[in-house]
């Protein structure tokens, strides 16, 4: 027959004719109890005694899949030594690892996926016990119940950690079979087993990259939210203190309010870069020397007396390509990890910049492996508690902290790590207790020409002015601290909660205000839709977008749309005052305050 004619159906239906197994058959014993089994079979309408023989197959979670059926005419007395040769070979060279024992757990055969698993030769193995892989993961109740069930003749199923020849410890599903006699009696232990480590690792990837996920749209929604909140702090604080004299008491208590607040913008900014790798970043040519007096003008103000802080920084260092803002990031968490890891007691730290020319510079400190080129090379050292080496492999990873809960989140050194890895850089960490810890990172630097970015060391200014602003803002309580900040600076202005009654007004006036300050999260109409319908009606109109957060749009995609300027919550006066005064044409109702 063809074979076409054969698929889907019963091996006793195509050479018997019966509607059911063959008296002897050992297929339906080995679909019951997925053991190996053998028979006897006499087929009537071919004349010939058959030897059947019936093997398992199972899926990778141990559950039966195929059974394959040998059968071989023995009539004239075949020999049986072709049947265990060809058994043998398909066993050898399986891809899954096979083990028999005895009754005891000796190991009797092993195939060479076995060995190549474990490390171990077939000669290593010979004669010992399948305990030699024992990883110490599982107590002893666990293979009292394993063996429990192997004693009554069942078929075994689990997950288990066992140890290779090296150590190396990995993950397997394994099934374990009793081989039975003619007589019913068990006589060995036939294993089959599956290597899952990569599975796992990767399916814990995936279980992480989902957390992250979710993470990531809460802190998005609460950035939004956050922000706006912050907003109102800082800027009815900036308004407080503008009505006080400068020697007013309560100017020091104001300025506590304010740096609060920046921390919590700090902090705002961290969450955001670590849980949904924030993509507003502006890189550009920089020198990371400009940024780091920064901080460190920042730091010395806010270090406790018991700790100092030196510096050692080349000037002529040359730019890398970098963000300033996630640079600044980068520095202010190893610093606080630093001044964290020192504590109460003593100390020192250090903080280095150098340019580093070498044929070889490691750039990964995972595989070892090196490039050539020009590197900068940041050193921030710590003469703190320092951390043992088993700590080491594990200071990056999100949430991990060795501090209480009330001094370390743990997204730290993750938020360095990521900023590093984005600037394709290579951080290095080198740690002993009782002694500190050094953090080196090297960046490539620049060949080209590029003007490099720096900090302007001049005075921040408020920038006053008379033209007419609209406020656009469902928050009411942002609207009118914006309101507030810019009347007392000389504009006239007009807010808005709703979106759509907005638009309406203009519709009715499009020169009603020369300038629009729009938020981006607003129910009815975003910020976007806003500025795309008023742009329409006045396309020189200057536009102001304003967000705390969003994923529907960044600055350049604002700038796309037509819109002037893209802040980000919460907006200080200097930036809304310095924002508007960009968006607005040069003239003479401009003055600094």
């Known amino acids: 027959k063809k074979f076409g004619a054969l698929v889907g159906k019963n091996c006793y239906e195509v050479f018997q004719g019966f509607n059911q197994p063959c008296q002897g058959c050992p297929v339906p014993s080995t679909s019951k109890d997925c053991c190996i089994h053998q028979g006897v079979v006499y087929s009537d309408s071919i004349d010939k005694t058959l030897d059947v023989r019936s093997s398992p197959i199972f899926e990778q979670n141990g559950a039966l899949k195929w059974v394959v059926q040998v059968a071989r005419d023995v009539s004239s007395n075949p020999r049986k030594e072709d049947c265990q040769e060809l058994l043998t070979q398909a066993i050898e060279q399986a891809s899954e690892s096979v083990f028999i024992t005895d009754l005891e757990g000796k190991l009797l055969y092993v195939n060479k996926a076995f060995c190549t698993t474990t490390g171990y030769t077939p000669e290593e193995l010979q004669g010992s016990n399948a305990g030699i892989l024992k990883s110490g993961a599982q107590d002893k109740e666990f293979y009292k119940e394993m063996w429990a069930?192997?004693?009554?003749?069942?078929?075994?199923?689990?997950?288990?950690?066992?140890?290779?020849?090296?150590?190396?410890?990995?993950?397997?599903?394994?099934?374990i079979s009793p081989v039975l006699d003619s007589a019913g009696d068990i006589t060995n232990y036939l294993a089959l087993k599956h290597d899952v480590t990569r599975e796992e690792a990767l399916e814990r990837e995936l279980q992480q990259a989902k957390r992250m996920e979710a993470i990531g749209s809460l802190a998005g929604g609460l950035a939004h939210d956050f922000n706006n909140i912050l907003s109102v702090i800082m800027g009815y604080s900036h308004i407080a203190k503008s009505k006080l004299e400068q020697d007013h008491p309560l100017q020091a208590d104001l300025d506590q309010i304010l740096a609060g607040g920046e921390r919590a913008v700090d902090l705002v900014k961290q969450v955001l870069i670590f849980s949904r790798g924030e993509s507003r970043q502006q890189f550009r040519s920089l020198k990371v020397q400009y940024i780091i007096k920064e901080v460190v003008k920042r730091l010395h103000s806010t270090l406790p007396s018991h700790i100092e802080l030196?510096?050692?920084?080349?000037?002529?260092?040359?730019?890398?390509?970098?963000?300033?803002?996630?640079?600044?990031?980068?520095?202010?968490?190893?610093?606080?990890?630093?001044?964290?890891?020192?504590?109460?007691?003593?100390?020192?730290?250090?903080?280095?910049?150098?340019?580093?020319?070498?044929?070889?510079?490691?750039?990964?400190?995972?595989?070892?492996?090196?490039?050539?080129?020009?590197?900068?090379?940041?050193?921030?050292?710590?003469?703190?508690?320092?951390?043992?080496?088993?700590?080491?492999?594990?200071?990056?990873?999100?949430?991990?902290?060795?501090?209480?809960?009330?001094?370390?989140?743990?997204?730290?050194?993750?938020?360095?790590?990521?900023?590093?890895?984005?600037?394709?850089?290579?951080?290095?960490?080198?740690?002993?207790?009782?002694?500190?810890?050094?953090?080196?990172?090297?960046?490539?630097?620049?060949?080209?020409?590029?003007?490099?970015?720096?900090?302007?060391?001049?005075?921040?200014?408020?920038?006053?002015?008379?033209?007419?602003?609209?406020?656009?803002?469902?928050?009411?309580?942002?609207?009118?601290?914006?309101e507030k900040i810019l009347s007392k600076l000389g504009y006239k202005v007009r807010s808005y909660t709703n979106s759509m009654e907005a638009l309406k007004a203009f519709v009715v006036d499009p020169g009603c205000c020369d300038v629009v300050v729009t938020d981006m999260s607003m129910p009815k109409m975003t910020g976007t839709k806003l500025a795309q319908e008023m742009l329409k009606l006045r396309p020189e109109l200057p536009i102001i977008l304003i967000t705390g957060y969003s994923d529907e749009v960044d600055k350049e995609g604002a700038l796309h749309l037509g819109i002037r300027d893209f802040l980000l919550k919460p907006v200080t006066a200097e930036v809304l005052s310095a924002a508007i005064r960009r968006a607005l044409p040069a003239g003479d109702n401009i003055h600094t305050t």
């Open 149 to 175: 069930s192997l004693v009554a003749g069942k078929v075994w199923h689990g997950r288990m950690t066992n140890r290779k020849k090296d150590g190396t410890l990995y993950k397997e599903d394994v099934t």
């Open 310 to 482: 030196k510096e050692n920084i080349d000037a002529t260092c040359g730019p890398i390509e970098a963000d300033p803002g996630l640079i600044h990031q980068l520095l202010v968490n190893l610093f606080n990890n630093a001044k964290q890891a020192i504590g109460d007691d003593a100390g020192v730290i250090t903080i280095s910049l150098s340019q580093h020319v070498a044929k070889e510079v490691r750039v990964s400190q995972k595989n070892g492996r090196s490039a050539s080129g020009r590197y900068v090379k940041l050193i921030v050292e710590d003469t703190g508690c320092g951390m043992e080496k088993k700590m080491l492999s594990r200071i990056f990873d999100p949430f991990f902290t060795t501090r209480s809960k009330e001094h370390g989140s743990g997204l730290g050194l993750a938020v360095v790590h990521g900023i590093v890895k984005k600037h394709r850089g290579e951080v290095f960490v080198e740690s002993t207790v009782g002694k500190g810890t050094v953090f080196s990172i090297f960046f490539s630097v620049l060949e080209d020409k590029q003007q490099t970015s720096g900090v302007d060391d001049g005075a921040v200014v408020l920038l006053e002015g008379s033209e007419r602003v609209m406020i656009v803002d469902d928050e009411d309580v942002v609207a009118t601290v914006h």
